[in-house]
Every structure is written in structure tokens, then in C-alpha cells.
């Protein structure tokens, strides 16, 4: 089989973690398969770049300067262990440290102009991923598996919406094939950055946080991989994030649309869209756990399967807010809905829920805190007119909410699930704001305030029965 496999920060992020990820490549080559790899920038390092660019615009460049002694170290110590003191492990240093250099070259240039660009964050912000390629690289080859290491600007082709780039699909299969192709018939691994594509002019981006995931499903999606291997530090997507319920258990399968709405509504164990490629080509993804390869994790199709229970996991998005608008003239304003949504599409803002009360007298939605105030302005342009004649009311934002989302088709056709659900946040005093319920019928999202979202996800997560492994 061909088989993409990402890596992400933790798995590519110490000499234990390398050392598995080596293990894992060598078992999967040894069965016959044909193996390429995504891999993320080690642990940590991402947020240093990025840090330090932000404080680079406000003067600040001595923050750069220590994550640069910070990064080298990391980077330092691991090839240590898994390269020896030798040319190899040098040549891996000197280009690493040329990255190095231009990450406090561009770093310097935004402290002295003052101004930090979209395009300019996803240049530093990529520069995690090309030094963890060439170390990953190295260190395959150095264990005698044949590797390359292969920058995605060359692979992935996306439009230019710097920080969250969407690809175009058929030029990255152009590209993709072309570059790796090669590389596969000399039984080399390709070992690819995350996280980074480029404009068609060849202007680097990023695909957004956690992005190394997306990688994976662009890639195979582009070669017409047979699997997709997303290896991390958890055993699978869990029943909910396991920071906050230390009781989750992994689940032993999902369909295509449960883990599409459960990364939507923010479980960090897969980017947000990283599942759209692989659904359609019907690409299995597993997630699996670098530091327990043996344990099953979970697996991703297109068939949504019953383990028995109509909620599958629950999920939290944090940082949101709540914009109502509303009025007394709202049902005689032709298009006002389709206005509205227009209006916000054009401030480049995503809706994350919407709804709206039959009466027809108010919508309200749900948008990242950060682009509430863009929002808001644009809404108020937009809407002047009926604001003036009071047929509106000013535009409302409920700050501090989060969105919280139950997941499982066999909610679908279960009866009583919404009156377990709110009952059970009834008896914790958790008040609802606003509820929607996914046409796909297998999320229903609730908004309700971000200091009750902990408590409301552990008290769901029990009633739900998802306290008890599968
Ligand atoms: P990687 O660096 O491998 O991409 P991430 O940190 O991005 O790993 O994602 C894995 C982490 O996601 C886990 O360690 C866990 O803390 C968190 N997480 C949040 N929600 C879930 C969930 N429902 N299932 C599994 N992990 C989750
Ligand atoms: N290194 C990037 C990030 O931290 C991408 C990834 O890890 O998937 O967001
Ligand atoms: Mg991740």
C-alpha cells in the first residue's frame, strides 16, 4: 500500500519520539508498503517563530534571539544522540543554522520597519518544518532507510490567504506527482514539511495552526495514497479532549462526517479541514500513537459505525462570540438574512453556528472573539439604514462564549438524547444561550458561557456514558 504518515510536534519532538518515528517507518517498509512522510516542526518551535515576530513589530528583538538559542539547542541535543558528534550531524546543524539566520534576518527587518505581514508571519512561521525535515531526514538515512527531504512550497499549490491558504487541488497533483514521483522509484522516503504550501507564484503560506494534518490529506490525496496515518501523542480521537476529562478513552471508529464536525468545533487532535481531502477520494485515516504503535487508535471512513451509543464525543471551541441582530422590522426586510451573511462573509470572517428564532425577529451567529469588533463595523455599515429607521436594533455581541458540540450519527433516530443533554446541563445550572442542530444530524451545538464550558463538558461527558471505554 502507499502510505502517507504525519508526524506531529511531540512525535518529531525528542530523541525518544525520533527514535520511534524511525521504528515505525522500518516496520511499515519492512511489510512491503510504500512510505512517505509529513512531518511537523519540532515541539514548541512554531510558537517561538511566531512570538517572536509579534514582539519583533512592537521592537522587541530579544526574544528572537533567545528562541533562536532556544531552537538550535533543541535541535542541537537530538541529533546528538541520533547522529553522533560527526560530519553528518554537522551538516544538519550548519543548514539549520542557515534557517537560523534568516529567521533573525526577517526578524530584524520587522523591528526596523515596524510592520509585520500576513505573507511575512508565514514565511517565519514555516521555518519550524524545513529545519525538522532535514533533521528527520538525516536521521532515517543515518538508519539506513533511504530519505529526502522535500520542502511542500515545491508540492502543496494554494490560493493567497496567508496564515489559513486553501489548495488548489488539481495543480498540487500536478506538482506533487511530478516531484515525488521520483523520489518514490529510487525506494527513497520522502519526508515533507507540514503546515506549508505556496502561492502559484511560488510566495510561501501556511495552512493554518496544526496545519501538518492537512499536509497529510493534500499529499494523499494528490499521490492517490491508499491511507493516511496522522501519528500523535494520544491514542486515537478520544471521547472528549482529555485535558479536560482525564477519563476520555479513544474511539475505535468514526465516520468522515463525526470527525469533520468534531475538528470543526475545535478537537485539536486534527486541523479543521484536514479530513475534506481524504473524504473525497475515501482515504481511511487512522490516528495512531507514536509512543503506543501497537495500540489500534482510531480509524476514519466513510461508513459511520454503531458502538452503541448516539453520542460519540464532545467538544469545545473556546474564544467565540455571540452577534445578535434583531428588531422589530426584521420580518419585513426582504434579504436580510442572506445581508447579513454577506456582509460577514466579506469581513473574511467564519461562522462557526446560526440561529434563528421562528418568529423570525432575530438571528444570532457565532464568530471567533477576534473578528467580533471587524464584524460588528462592517454589519453597522451595512445595516445603517434600518438601524435609523429602528426597524433594527444596534448590533449585540455576547463575548466569552464557547461553542459546544455533541457528535454521533446515531443521535440520529435515538429518541431523548436532547432531553437527556439539557437536562442534565439543567441540573448544573448551565445556561443555554443559543442551540443549533447540524443538517447532518450528527452534531448538536450549543453556545454557552466560557467559564461554564469545563464543567458542562465533564458533566455531558458522564452523562452521555462516555466515561467507560467502548
Ligand atoms: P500533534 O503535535 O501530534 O499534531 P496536537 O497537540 O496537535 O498533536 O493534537 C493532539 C492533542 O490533542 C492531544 O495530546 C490532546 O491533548 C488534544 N485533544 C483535544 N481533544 C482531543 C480529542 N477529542 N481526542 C484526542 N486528543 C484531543
Ligand atoms: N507546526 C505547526 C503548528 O504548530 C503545524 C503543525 O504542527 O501541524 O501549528
Ligand atoms: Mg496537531
Not at 538508519?143 to 520542502?151: L, S
Not at 470543526?264 to 479530513?275: P, Y
Not at 434600518?386 to 433594527?392: A, G, H, T
Not at 429518541?415 to 448551565?430: D, N
Request: glycine letters at 8%; hydrophobic letters at 40%; proline letters at 4%.
Amino acid at each position: 500500500m502507499r502510505i502517507v504518515m504525519k508526524f506531529g510536534g511531540t512525535s518529531v519532538g525528542s530523541v525518544t519520539a525520533l527514535q520511534k518515528v524511525v521504528e515505525i517507518i522500518q516496520r511499515y517498509r519492512a511489510e512491503g508498503h510504500e512510505v512517505l512522510t509529513v512531518v511537523s516542526a519540532m515541539n514548541g518551535v512554531t510558537n517561538l517563530l511566531l512570538d517572536s515576530a509579534n514582539k519583533a513589530e512592537q521592537g522587541d528583538e530579544d526574544t528572537a534571539h533567545q528562541a533562536r538559542q532556544t531552537i538550535a539547542e533543541k535541535h542541537a541535543s537530538a541529533t546528538l544522540e541520533l547522529l553522533g558528534d560527526g560530519p553528518v550531524r554537522d551538516d544538519v546543524l550548519a543548514q539549520v543554522n542557515a534557517l537560523l539566520d534568516e529567521f533573525e534576518a526577517l526578524c530584524h527587518g520587522i523591528r526596523v520597519l515596524g510592520e509585520l505581514t500576513p505573507r511575512a508571519l508565514d514565511v517565519i512561521g514555516g521555518l519550524g518544518e524545513r529545519m525538522s525535515v532535514l533533521q528527520v531526514a538525516a536521521i532515517l538515512n543515518h538508519h539506513d532507510t533511504p530519505a529526502k527531504d522535500v520542502v511542500a512550497t515545491k508540492l502543496i499549490v494554494t490560493d493567497r490567504r496567508f496564515g489559513s491558504a486553501v489548495p488548489l487541488i488539481e495543480e498540487t497533483a500536478t506538482q506533487s506527482q511530478a516531484v515525488l514521483q521520483p523520489i518514490l522509484e529510487t525506494g527513497q522516503v520522502p519526508v515533507i514539511t507540514g503546515f506549508i504550501g505556496a502561492t502559484q507564484e511560488g510566495i510561501q503560506t501556511t495552512l493554518g495552526r496544526s496545519g501538518s494534518d492537512y499536509s497529510a490529506t493534500i499529499i494523499g490525496r494528490a499521490i492517490n495514497a491508499d491511507e493516511v496515518l496522522i501519528w500523535t501523542d494520544v491514542s486515537g480521537v478520544m471521547t472528549t479532549d482529555p485535558r479536560i476529562v482525564p477519563e476520555a478513552h479513544p474511539i475505535s471508529h468514526l465516520s468522515y462526517s463525526e470527525i469533520g464536525e468534531l475538528s470543526f468545533f475545535g478537537a485539536k487532535v486534527l486541523h479543521s479541514q484536514a479530513i475534506r481531502p481524504a473524504r473525497r477520494e475515501k482515504i481511511p485515516v487512522r490516528i495512531l500513537n507514536t509512543f503506543e504503535p501497537n495500540h489500534p487508535g482510531t480509524l476514519i471512513t466513510e461508513k459511520a459505525s454503531n458502538n452503541g451509543r448516539a453520542v460519540k464525543a464532545i467538544t469545545a471551541i473556546k474564544d467565540m462570540s455571540l452577534i445578535t441582530v434583531q428588531g422589530p422590522g426584521m420580518v419585513g426586510i426582504p434579504g436580510i438574512a442572506g445581508r447579513v451573511f454577506t456582509t460577514v462573509g466579506q469581513s473574511q470572517a467564519s461562522v462557526l453556528m446560526i440561529s434563528q428564532a421562528s418568529s423570525e425577529q432575530s438571528i444570532c451567529f457565532v464568530v471567533p472573539k477576534t473578528q467580533t469588533p471587524h464584524v460588528i463595523e462592517a454589519l453597522e455599515k451595512e445595516l445603517s439604514r434600518e438601524v435609523e429607521r429602528r426597524d433594527l436594533e444596534k448590533m449585540q455581541s455576547y463575548g466569552d462564549v464557547v461553542v459546544l458540540a455533541v457528535v454521533g450519527s446515531h443521535m440520529q433516530g435515538t429518541p431523548g438524547v436532547s432531553g437527556s443533554l439539557f437536562g442534565a446541563l439543567g441540573q448544573g445550572k448551565i445556561n443555554v444561550i443559543a442551540i443549533a442542530q447540524g443538517s447532518s444530524e450528527c452534531n448538536i451545538s450549543l453556545v454557552i458561557r466560557q467559564s461554564d464550558a469545563d464543567r458542562a463538558v465533564k458533566l455531558l461527558h458522564k452523562e452521555f456514558g462516555l466515561d467507560k471505554p467502548e
